[in-house]
């Protein structure tokens, strides 16, 4: 199975090419008032004619493909907000389907499936004298035919970035990032149990660096992949009781690696058998711009890892469509891209399929590939940003066989 990005997988291939990241804090206590739903600002918004969404040398896309033709994304703009859209082409026409009533920037999401999405703004009110940040959560069951939105009360925080994952439709987690700070401001752990109706604050341990990326697979085990605000390594951490104690997850660092700085994403579990999954990792040596990435495996549900080894050439990107089948656009020493990698066997082996010079050649000498996003061994696509902003619009390429060959579906 696919992984499911919300948007922190879309803002760190999007939002880290605009802004510098920063790291978290090992404390959860700060002061603020406790999340709270404001239930008289529920509604139904219906979408009218969903408008084609139009890229513009200002604005920019970051995709989650869902299927080999429906998919979903975020549109930044540099001026204009954001918005969410969405393809049921395999994305050779993106229509914005956001509610009417978005006001400001995407800072959270997450896409089940094909029909529903579900993501946060932030907005400020100002009763009285005083600003009162607030979320809106809206969420769509029929691809954004039609919106529910609530009022989330954060208390006196702005919010950086939110990390949804939704279980079922009733079960819903969000981490609440704070803007500033964060590396003595976490995040805040809130869910709902009745699909997004009513929300409770999770009381969560005060050493717990919530601020990384967060996912639950059940009602009640969640995963955590944050960084330890002293080394800089990556942590991994689970849940089994809904989030109100955490364990931390050994991942033993190869001994070729030894001494460098770790990152971890999220553990990606087989539909098949869910004691069957893999893990990515980056090993990069403190001030260096080498980047090695890795695989692990486990087939104890998580509770321990093993180094299945290391992915061909330096850094570049990955896609795992599910935990056997995965795709490589790793960098040459001369960062460039001349040979994609796909693996049947979740790391254990990689053939290499050389790139053709069209698109590539030509691409990479004003554009910088960002996503790669692939929904089997033989659909995918490719996202690229041009290297001078503003100069020209975002480009979207997809590939039918595997990646022999390619061809432009959006600009």
């Given at each position: 199975?696919?992984?499911?990005?919300?948007?922190?997988?879309?803002?760190?291939?999007?939002?880290?090419?605009?802004?510098?990241?920063?790291?978290?804090?090992?404390?959860?206590?700060?002061?603020?008032?406790?999340?709270?739903?404001?239930?008289?600002t529920?509604?139904?918004?219906?979408?009218?004619?969903?408008?084609?969404?139009?890229?513009?040398?200002?604005?920019w896309?970051?995709?989650?493909?869902?299927?080999?033709?429906?998919?979903?994304?975020?549109?930044?703009?540099?001026?204009?907000?954001?918005?969410?859209?969405?393809t049921?082409?395999?994305?050779?026409?993106w229509?914005?389907?956001?509610?009417?009533?978005?006001?400001?920037?995407?800072?959270?999401?997450?896409?089940?499936?094909?029909?529903?999405?579900?993501?946060?703004?932030?907005?400020?009110?100002?009763?009285?004298?005083?600003?009162e940040?607030y979320?809106?959560?809206?969420?769509?069951?029929?691809?954004?035919?039609?919106?529910?939105?609530?009022?989330?009360?954060?208390?006196?925080?702005?919010?950086?970035?939110?990390?949804?994952?939704?279980?079922?439709?009733?079960?819903?987690?969000?981490?609440?990032?704070?803007?500033?700070?964060?590396?003595?401001?976490?995040?805040?752990?809130?869910?709902?149990?009745?699909?997004?109706?009513?929300?409770?604050?999770?009381?969560?341990?005060?050493?717990?660096?919530?601020?990384?990326?967060?996912?639950?697979?059940?009602?009640?085990?969640?995963?955590?992949?944050?960084?330890?605000?002293?080394?800089?390594?990556?942590?991994?951490?689970?849940?089994?009781?809904?989030?109100?104690?955490?364990?931390?997850?050994?991942?033993?660092?190869?001994?070729?690696?030894?001494?460098?700085?770790?990152?971890?994403?999220?553990?990606?579990?087989s539909?098949?058998?869910?004691?069957?999954?893999?893990?990515?990792?980056?090993?990069?040596?403190?001030g260096?711009?080498?980047?090695?990435?890795?695989?692990?495996?486990?087939?104890?549900?998580?509770?321990?890892?093993?180094?299945?080894?290391?992915?061909?050439?330096?850094?570049?990107?990955?896609?795992?469509?599910?935990?056997?089948?995965?795709v490589?656009?790793?960098?040459?020493?001369?960062?460039?891209?001349?040979?994609?990698?796909?693996?049947?066997?979740?790391?254990?082996?990689?053939?290499?399929?050389?790139?053709?010079?069209?698109?590539?050649?030509?691409?990479?000498?004003?554009?910088?590939p960002?996503?790669?996003?692939?929904?089997?061994?033989?659909?995918?696509?490719?996202?690229?940003?041009?290297?001078?902003?503003?100069?020209?619009?975002?480009?979207?390429?997809?590939?039918?066989?595997?990646?022999?060959?390619?061809?432009?579906?959006?600009?």
């Amino acid at each position: 199975m696919k992984p499911r990005k919300g948007l922190s997988g879309l803002e760190a291939l999007a939002i880290a090419i605009i802004v510098a990241g920063c790291g978290v804090s090992q404390t959860n206590n700060y002061t603020s008032t406790s999340p709270s739903l404001d239930k008289t600002t529920n509604a139904t918004s219906q979408m009218e004619y969903p408008k084609p969404a139009k890229l513009a040398p200002d604005n920019w896309i970051n995709i989650h493909m869902i299927t080999e033709d429906v998919g979903w994304g975020v549109l930044y703009s540099t001026n204009q907000g954001s918005s969410v859209v969405r393809t049921a082409d395999g994305g050779k026409s993106w229509y914005n389907v956001s509610p009417s009533t978005v006001m400001g920037d995407v800072n959270g999401a997450d896409f089940p499936n094909g029909n529903d999405a579900w993501f946060t703004v932030q907005s400020v009110s100002k009763p009285g004298n005083t600003y009162e940040p607030y979320l809106i959560l809206y969420h769509t069951d029929n691809g954004g035919q039609t919106w529910q939105s609530a009022r989330i009360h954060v208390g006196q925080i702005l919010v950086y970035q939110t990390q949804i994952s939704v279980v079922n439709d009733s079960t819903i987690y969000m981490d609440v990032i704070p803007q500033h700070g964060m590396n003595s401001m976490p995040g805040q752990l809130m869910v709902s149990r009745d699909g997004g109706a009513s929300w409770s604050t999770v009381k969560t341990p005060n050493d717990l660096p919530l601020g990384g990326s967060l996912q639950f697979v059940n009602a009640t085990t969640g995963w955590l992949s944050t960084s330890n605000s002293t080394t800089g390594d990556y942590q991994l951490f689970e849940t089994t009781d809904g989030g109100t104690s955490w364990r931390e997850i050994h991942v033993p660092v190869p001994t070729e690696f030894s001494g460098e700085q770790i990152s971890l994403s999220l553990p990606q579990f087989s539909t098949a058998n869910a004691n069957q999954g893999i893990l990515q990792a980056t090993f990069q040596r403190y001030g260096s711009l080498i980047e090695h990435r890795g695989i692990y495996s486990t087939s104890d549900a998580g509770k321990s890892w093993t180094f299945v080894g290391e992915m061909p050439g330096l850094g570049g990107l990955v896609s795992f469509p599910s935990t056997s089948v995965g795709v490589a656009i790793p960098l040459t020493p001369s960062k460039t891209f001349s040979t994609l990698y796909e693996t049947t066997n979740g790391g254990t082996s990689w053939r290499n399929i050389t790139l053709p010079k069209a698109p590539f050649s030509t691409l990479l000498r004003n554009y910088i590939p960002t996503q790669l996003d692939f929904v089997s061994k033989s659909v995918g696509w490719v996202v690229w940003v041009p290297k001078r902003a503003g100069s020209s619009t975002n480009q979207i390429w997809e590939t039918t066989d595997g990646g022999h060959t390619w061809k432009k579906v959006w600009s």
